[in-house]
């Protein structure tokens, strides 16, 4: 489930990431940093939303 969650948030993060820099901010070549922190920002509150609504599917034995 981990793995799952994690490859769905990358790629969530990632599409949004180009999508916001694409429309808002019209640049090309962003900083290496700049670019990682956009990234980290978008990613970590998708990563815990879709980790709390995995745990929901996962049964306890």
Not at 16 to 28: E, P, Q
Request: net charge positive; proline share 2%.
């Amino acid at each position: 489930m981990t793995f799952i969650v994690t490859f769905v948030s990358v790629f969530c993060a990632i599409t949004l990431k180009n999508f916001l820099v694409g429309t808002f901010l019209s640049a090309g070549e962003l900083n290496f940093v700049v670019d990682t922190l956009i990234l980290l920002v978008i990613y970590v509150p998708i990563y815990f939303a879709f980790t709390r609504l995995g745990k929901q599917f996962i049964t306890k034995e």
